[in-house]
């Protein structure tokens, strides 16, 4: 199988900006990115891939489970997948996803988490009375994408 720059999916935000090769629907053992970054990506965590990025320019780094790491041009950095990460800097990867990507086991994590998340739900409480689990949970996902 052959996937081209010029055939690849734009994606990106505020930050990033990136081009995926192929995705699950082309392959669904493994996928790939190329990405410009320029800042913060967000702390995250999949449940379904490992990830193996390579630093093709720049610098920066990442923190995973805590840790900072630091990285420069021609690292590589795994990050197994259940892993809480994020990465910043200036800096252009490449992203490979083992098995494929796929956006519904991304999981946005929240800043502060448990502190955040705690003061979110009391703040929705006060406001609309205690909430349901699913109230809860839609509350959460909106608060996380904005992350």
Not at 25 to 31: H, P
Not at 48 to 58: A, H, K
Not at 84 to 89: A, E, R, S
Not at 93 to 106: D, T
């Amino acid at each position: 199988m052959k996937f081209t720059l010029k055939n690849a999916y734009k994606f990106g935000w505020k930050g990033l900006e990136g081009k995926a090769y192929n995705s699950k629907d082309d392959f669904k053992n493994a996928s790939v990115a190329f990405f410009k970054v320029n800042g913060e990506h967000g702390k995250i965590k999949t449940t379904l891939s490992d990830r193996v990025y390579y630093v093709t320019e720049g610098s920066g780094e990442f923190i995973i489970n805590g840790k900072t790491i630091m990285v420069r041009k021609t690292d590589v950095i795994i990050v197994p997948k259940n892993t809480p990460y994020n990465y910043k800097g200036k800096m252009k990867l490449l992203l490979v996803h083992i098995p494929a990507y796929n956006e519904r086991y991304e999981v946005k994590l929240l800043k502060d988490d448990w502190k955040t998340l705690s003061k979110l739900v009391k703040e929705r409480n006060k406001k609309y009375g205690k909430l349901s689990e699913k109230e809860i949970n839609k509350e959460v996902n909106a608060h996380r994408s904005r992350y």
